[in-house]
C-alpha cells in the first residue's frame, strides 16, 4: 500500500504548505471568490493548451497569471460592483475552455481529471512545479509578511503608511494564481477552493496568531488529505471527493460545536 501512495502523500505534503500560506491569506481577504474566479477561469488555459497542443501548465499558468492581474485591477478599482465582475470573468474562462476543447478533434478522457482533479495520478512535471511554487510561496511570506499582512486587514491605514499596496495586492494574487494551478492536477478546478477554505477556517477557531494559524492550516489539510487516501484506498473511492468529506466533516463538526449545537 505504502508504495502505491508515496507520490499522493508527497502531493498532499505540497499542498498543505500552500494550505497553509495562501488559504490563510484567503480567509483573512475574504477572497475565496476571487480564487474561485481564477481556479474556474483557467479552464480557458487549459481548453487553449489542448487545442493548440501547448504544455497544459505552462498554458494554464499564464492564463491564470493573466486572470489574476485582471481581477487584481477590477477588485482593487471597483469594489463596488467586483462581485458581478468576478463572476463574469469565472464564466467567461471557463467558456473559453469549453469552447476550444469541442474545437478540438477527437475524444478527450482526461478532462474530468482537470474539474475533479485525481492525487493519485499528478505527472513529475506537477510536483516539480508545486515544489517551485512552495518555495516561492516560503520565500514570499517572510520577505513580504508584515506587507500582506497590512493590505489584509486594512488598506487604506497600509496606503497612508507608504505602501505601494496596488503592487503588493497584485502580488499576492499572483501567488492565489500558481497555488490554484500547482493544485489543479491533484484537487480539481471545482473542489480546489473548499481544500483552501476549510483548513484555516478551523484554524481560526482556535489561535488569534496569524503565524501559528497557517502552520496550523497546514497541518490540518495535511492530515485531511492522508486520511482521505486512506478511506480511499480501502473503499475504492475518489480520492480527491475522500479528502474533501473528511475536511467538511471536521468543518461542521467545529462549526456545531463552537456554537453550542
Do not use: C
Request: hydrophobic letters at 60%; proline letters at 2%.
Amino acid at each position: 500500500m505504502f508504495e502505491l501512495i508515496q507520490t499522493p502523500i508527497l502531493v498532499a505534503l505540497l499542498l498543505s504548505v500552500a494550505i497553509g500560506i495562501i488559504g490563510s491569506f484567503m480567509l483573512i481577504n475574504r477572497s475565496q471568490f476571487i480564487a474561485a474566479a481564477i481556479a474556474h477561469g483557467s479552464y480557458g488555459g487549459i481548453g487553449i493548451a489542448i487545442y493548440f497542443g501547448l504544455s497544459l501548465l505552462f498554458t494554464t499558468t499564464l492564463f491564470a497569471l493573466f486572470l489574476a492581474l485582471i481581477l487584481a485591477y477590477i477588485t482593487y478599482f471597483n469594489k463596488y460592483r467586483s462581485d458581478t465582475l468576478i463572476g463574469v470573468i469565472w464564466a467567461v474562462g471557463m467558456s473559453i475552455g469549453i469552447i476550444f476543447i469541442d474545437l478540438t478533434p477527437g475524444y478527450h478522457p482526461n478532462m474530468m481529471s482537470f474539474l475533479f482533479g485525481d492525487i493519485l495520478m499528478v505527472p513529475t512535471e506537477d510536483i516539480y512545479f508545486m515544489v517551485g511554487v512552495d518555495i516561492l510561496l516560503l520565500f514570499s511570506i517572510v520577505i513580504f509578511y508584515h506587507r500582506f499582512l497590512a493590505i489584509s486587514y486594512d488598506m487604506n491605514f497600509a496606503l497612508l503608511n507608504g505602501l505601494n499596496v496596488k503592487a503588493i495586492y497584485a502580488f499576492l494574487l499572483v501567488l492565489m494564481a500558481l497555488t490554484i494551478v500547482m493544485s489543479i492536477r491533484s484537487v480539481g478546478l471545482i473542489l480546489v477552493i473548499a481544500l483552501f477554505s476549510i483548513p484555516p477556517f478551523i484554524a481560526e477557531k482556535f489561535t488569534s496568531d496569524f503565524r501559528i494559524m497557517m502552520v496550523v492550516s497546514g497541518i490540518l489539510g495535511f492530515i485531511f488529505s492522508i486520511i482521505g487516501l486512506f478511506l480511499s484506498y480501502n473503499f475504492d473511492i475518489s480520492a480527491t471527493a475522500a479528502i474533501i468529506l473528511v475536511a467538511a466533516t471536521i468543518f461542521f463538526g467545529v462549526l456545531f460545536k463552537r456554537k453550542g449545537v
